[in-house]
């Protein structure tokens, strides 16, 4: 066994974990020259009545005992298991800052600009034929988005006819969902670990 679940990588469920364990294991024993159903002889003979030809799968494996080995393979899993519950909240802090990072539809989203040198149709940097230096525009990198209604119109009926008697403004249900979102969201980065958080910021770092 070893440590096949290193952090940084995809969280896997139970169900993937210990399959690829399992195939691990199997790996290590057949490259050790163990054939199959030899991990059931292992458990059932005691140590000092194993054959020769399992001796030398546990020398092979670089173990003294089958109980040696699966101990080690109990420690490398635990090491498996803190990984892969890292990788999960990794995953889930990523996902809840994405989820922060988009704007209130409440406040709406300003247009960004950026002065950006002019192209051409053909696709060509465009230059001053004066100067020599480039021609500059304006150009829109972020479309503004207005905000959402704080609230709409909702109609009211009445319980016994059914029929509509009326209506009433109550909260925008878009804004409510955002809003539950966002603090789910912020729930979650505020039970992020700190161990988690470093790690994805080093990630930010060296992609910058």
Do not use: C
């Not at 922060?100 to 002065?115: H, N, S």
């Amino acid at each position: 066994m070893t440590v096949f679940i290193k952090k940084g990588g995809a969280p896997l469920s139970v169900r993937q974990a210990t399959k690829r364990g399992m195939a691990y294991v199997a790996a290590e024993l057949t490259q050790a020259g163990a054939r199959t159903g030899d991990e059931e002889l292992f458990r059932a003979i005691p140590h000092e009545n194993l054959p020769a030809r399992l001796l030398d799968v546990l020398k092979a494996l670089g173990h003294v005992s089958y109980e040696a080995y699966a101990l080690g393979w109990e420690a490398d899993n635990i090491v498996n298991g803190a990984n892969n519950l890292f990788n999960h909240q990794l995953a889930a802090y990523r996902e809840a800052q994405m989820r922060l990072a988009r704007y209130r539809l409440a406040d709406g989203r300003p247009e960004v600009t950026d002065e950006q040198q002019a192209i051409d149709d053909l696709g060509h940097p465009v230059f001053d034929e004066a100067t020599g230096e480039p021609v500059m525009e304006t150009v829109v990198v972020q479309a503004a988005i207005d905000p959402v209604p704080a609230e709409v119109e909702r109609p009211i009926y009445d319980e016994l006819t059914g029929e509509q008697t009326g209506t009433e403004m109550v909260p925008n249900p878009e804004i409510v969902q955002d809003e539950a979102e966002r603090a789910d969201a912020q729930a979650v980065v505020d039970e992020t670990p700190a161990e988690v958080i470093e790690f994805a910021s080093a990630e930010v770092g060296l992609s910058s």
